[in-house]
């Protein structure tokens, strides 16, 4: 195909970092966060020198100025991925230096803009946002579809930081629209049902907040957490097979509600319910018949309160099948309950589920207890970003103190990811500051004190003072702060002098 580049570009300035024609047909777009409000010729001049060994087609800068580093004919270098930057038109967009690294407004604008360009010159009339890696990665796009992957998918970073990941499905939407010239989907058009009509313009994160209501509420009569049954519809609004999910993404898709929806395999009374009878699947992988007792729902409401009717009523003869499951007050324990009783075959189930619950700070939704306040629990992490580093939760502030003095590079974490405690520093094994030779010139400098920390760079051959000793993973020596304050380096590549 013939490869065009955007007339939306005011400045150009092209790099060396990249590897010539692409060698794959253009389907995805990845936007990026810079970490830093850049200019877009700062960002040229960066990816103009061979070191950086980095690139991307494109550029907004703070003030929403679209660049041009990359031609859209080759492949950038960008991702982390050769295989995603051979297909996909790369966007760096200037942002914040920290956690959620949010944009400004006019850059997040002049991405949309950007996108609808660019899909219409590849012959796109549609954006997608999944929002799940592996389904993603596995999708084949039809010929008019464009498809938005993130960095995060493919090294250990934030990136495009949490403010975009975000308004990944807001920015899919807001594209596809202009795209298709399109007017909202139809649906019902109950009172309640005029609800969803309301959050189908909103972004994800602000969808999330405006039904957490609708679970807590609902928690309350069924006893089943809200964060766990809100992270079910947000994690099943990726699919579009089961009633579960159609009715989840009728929430977080942004549709209207169904209107009088039926089950298959259902028999009705004629009157408020009706029971379902189905064959599932055993974590044995073994059949059975399941029964549970429902309503109709014409509204997002008795979806909700219905989905919880399943999971507290579902039998397996006489059985509950997820007995143990009302009044748990433990998201991951509830979490495992669910897994345990063969609602979800996958193997990472339960990961995803928590991760959902934990990314976006549902247990903020969780009913609460009878003194009136919601039940703040403290987390204990390395950091917040990085949940699969959690030691514990806990809902006294002083046990998660001590398991964090337990853990030497530990802090603890309110609900909001904010760092309420962290232990000082142990006394030095030696005496510092002192001074270190370099004789390597791959030597990393990371963020904190082992190789489970970012790296920020390489630490040029050279003389350097250590200001602080610590132990940590990869090195057998210890790791030494470095007086400039950049990150720290592993003592066993360095001589002490």
Request: aromatic share 10%.
């Amino acid at each position: 195909m013939a490869y065009t580049n955007s007339s939306m570009v005011v400045y150009k300035k092209l790099s060396p970092n990249h590897s010539g024609q692409r060698t794959h047909s253009i389907d995805r777009i990845t936007p990026h966060c810079v970490v830093g409000q850049c200019t877009a010729e700062g960002l040229g001049e960066w990816f103009e020198k061979k070191s950086t060994q980095a690139s991307s087609n494109y550029g907004i800068d703070r003030d929403g100025r679209v660049a041009l580093y990359v031609e859209e004919k080759n492949r950038s270098w960008c991702s982390s991925s050769n295989s995603n930057d051979q297909r996909a038109i790369t966007i760096e967009c200037a942002s914040d230096t920290t956690e959620p690294y949010a944009f400004r407004d006019v850059v997040y604008q002049t991405l949309i803009k950007l996108c609808i360009d660019i899909c219409k010159r590849n012959g796109k009339n549609k954006l997608i946002w999944f929002g799940d890696k592996d389904k993603t990665l596995n999708y084949p796009p039809k010929s008019g579809e464009m498809i938005l992957t993130v960095h995060r998918w493919f090294a250990n970073k934030s990136c495009p930081g949490n403010w975009m990941y975000a308004r990944m499905g807001d920015l899919a939407e807001k594209v596809t629209k202009a795209l298709q010239g399109s007017s909202d989907s139809g649906g019902g058009s109950t009172a309640k049902g005029t609800q969803a009509s309301v959050l189908k313009n909103l972004s994800e994160a602000d969808v999330i907040k405006k039904v957490g209501a609708l679970f807590t509420a609902n928690q309350k009569k069924s006893g089943i957490l809200a964060s766990v049954s809100l992270a079910q519809f947000i994690l099943e609004s990726g699919y579009g097979k089961s009633e579960l999910a159609q009715n989840a993404n009728n929430i977080f898709g942004m549709k209207c509600s169904l209107s009088g929806n039926s089950w298959s395999g259902s028999s009705w009374d004629g009157k408020s319910k009706y029971t379902k009878k189905t064959q599932e699947q055993n974590p044995d992988g073994s059949m059975v018949t399941i029964t549970a007792d429902f309503r109709k729902y014409p509204c997002i409401e008795d979806s909700i309160a219905d989905h919880s009717a399943y999971l507290l009523g579902a039998k397996n003869g006489s059985k509950l099948r997820y007995d143990g499951l009302k009044g748990c007050t433990d998201y991951k324990k509830a979490v495992q309950i669910i897994k345990d009783g063969g609602y979800a075959t996958s193997l990472t189930y339960v990961e995803k589920l928590i991760s959902i619950i934990e990314r976006w700070n549902l247990t903020q939704y969780d009913a609460k207890d009878s003194g009136g306040e919601v039940i703040r629990w403290y987390r204990v992490r390395k950091s917040w970003a990085d949940a699969k580093s959690q030691k514990g939760a806990y809902k006294i502030l002083k046990n998660a103190k001590k398991c964090a003095d337990q853990n030497l590079g530990y802090k603890v974490f309110d609900a909001d990811g904010k760092v309420v405690y962290e232990p000082k520093a142990a006394e030095p094994a030696v005496k510092v500051p002192f001074l270190v030779k370099v004789s390597i010139s791959d030597l990393n400098i990371r963020t904190g004190p082992g190789t489970n920390y970012g790296r920020v760079q390489f630490i040029p051959i050279g003389v350097y003072t250590i200001m602080e000793v610590r132990t940590g993973q990869g090195s057998s020596v210890g790791w030494g702060r470095l007086k400039s304050g950049v990150g720290w380096i592993s003592l066993d590549y360095a001589r002490k002098l």
